[in-house]
Each structure stands twice: as C-alpha cells, then as structure tokens.
C-alpha cells in the first residue's frame, strides 16, 4: 500500500536500539495493572477483605504485543510508560517478557489501570496522565521498526494523529495494517489504510452509526466497514459471540458455556488469535477460530493477562 502523505523525519532520538527483528510492531497503552478481587464491594464507609491481588505490566497495547508474542511473533511494542518506579518495573517485564521495547517512550507518570472484580462484575478505573499517551513525534522515532514489520496493529485508544502517523509508516513498508477499536476523527482515512478492523459493540457504533442486538446488525457493521477500506471485519454481539466478514464469507463465533471469571482482555486476545493465525498464513474462518480459543481461555482467569500458546 502506498500513502500520498509526506512523512517528515523527526530530529528526536530513538529511546534505545532494537535488538529484535520485529514480526510485528504494536502501537498502544503500556500501563501498570492493579487487579483485586473481593467477594462483594462494600458499602459505602465500609472495609472489605481483598481475596486477589495481582500487579504487573498491562494495558491494551502490552497484553495484545503479549498475546502475539505468544503466539509465535516477534513483537516490537510503541508506547509511553513513566519514569518512576512503575515505569521501571512495567519496561522491565516487558523484555523480560520477551517483547522489543526500543519504542517505548518514557516520560512523566506510568498510566495505572484497577480493575476490580466481584461477584456482581467488574470495574475499571483508570488513570492515564496526558503524557502517557503517544504523539506524533514518538512514532516517528521508531520508524525503523516498521520497515521490519509483517504486521502493524494499532490501537485506536491512542489519540489520532499518532496513529495516523504509525498507519503511514506501516503503509509505506507494506505491513498489514490492523485497527482495534474506532475513532471518530478521521475514520475514513485510517479505514482506506486498513487490511483488519477489530471493534467491539460499542465502537462499531462508533464507526457506523448501528446499534449491535443482533447477528444481523453485526453483518450490516461489518459489510459497511469493508465497503471503507478493509478486507476482514469482525464485531462483538453483545452476550452472544463475534462475527468475523471478509467479503467472501463471513463466520459468526457464539461464546461458549464456560464461566467468565474475568471479561478483561478478551478482546485484546480475540486480537492477537486473529492476527496471529492470519500472519502464520490461515484463512480468515480459522483465524477466527483461533481468535475465539484465545479469547475463550483468557477471560477463564482473573486479571486479562494472556497465556497463549500456539
């Protein structure tokens, strides 16, 4: 795929030397994850006993690069953590982990996610400072991580410009180009940049104007994303499953009938199932089924951190 706009070279300098070649770069939040788990919130005035704890590297951008690494890709993760203790720790994990992290970008406070759980569900509360997000000018820095890349997911959560920015730079390295969430600012360009959208509910209304009940809203979702730009689509149905289209076919993925412990990453690795599968060179119906598994068996646990395997 070829871009008509200009990218200028930024004078910044990169924040470390990439030591891995990247089969995939992923663009989004590295954050600090604070999962609890109580029996029931209290009342208001009230104390309650935690039952879990856990702390460690998150947010969507990591989890998915995780996912993926775990699935058999080499990853490069473009993000923002802090530099205080939290960022150390986050940054640490993250190679530890195995993931390239010469595009991570540290400045100001790490952003922190609590996710708290009980037996009625979840909450999320999240603290994300404006430095925590990617510019522009961050993305730029990394641009040779792209040039390496089969594959460059970006998540939408990440203000526009910087993303935009990434969908460029994949652009002209011909990397398949993954969107995982929607934006409402510029929308079209970033769709005609496209190869795979992923959305939940919500976004797709974001992007389409349709309210998802039913199979059937999915698939009028779906057929209007691909009409933009990409050639496979896939949305959530509330309660129900996933439905993945890629104009020659379509396949809806009902949930299935083991208890969800924790709903927290699933969608990020539904993300990671799907590109995975498709890198290693599956069709879209079994990459949809590889994306429903690995979704299947995260949120079984508490705390939305992927465990895949290939």
Known sequence: MNSSRS?????????????????????????????VRVERLPAPGRATTVARRI????????????????LGLAVALV???GTDHAGDDVLHEADTEGLDVAG??????????????????????EDVPSDALLRPEDVERTASLFDEAAVVSLQLQQPTDAVLTAAHLAAEAGARIVLDGATEDDGD???????????DATEAAMWTGTTIRERADAARVTRSLLER?????????????????????RVF???GDSPVVDPTGGGDAFLAGLVAALTHGAGPEEAGQAAARAAASTVARLGGRPELGR
């Open 229 to 249: 730009g990409p050639s496979l689509a896939a949305v959530t149905v509330p309660g129900q499953g996933d439905l993945v289209d890629w104009r020659t076919g």
């Open 7 to 35: 990218r200028p070279r930024s004078a910044g300098r990169t924040t470390r030397r990439s030591t891995v070649k990247a089969g995939a770069v992923v663009v989004g939040q590295v954050a600090r994850d604070l999962v």
């Open 79 to 81: 993000g923002v953590v």
């Open 55 to 70: 702390e460690r590297l998150g947010g969507k951008g990591a989890n998915h690069a995780l996912g993926l690494h775990q």
């Open 253 to 255: 993925l009902p949930y």
């Open 104 to 125: 991570v970008v540290r400045r100001g406070e790490t952003a922190l996610l609590i996710d708290v759980t009980d037996d009625d569900g979840r909450r999320l509360l």
């Open 189 to 199: 360009e970033l769709l005609a940049l496209a190869d795979v959208v992923r959305a």
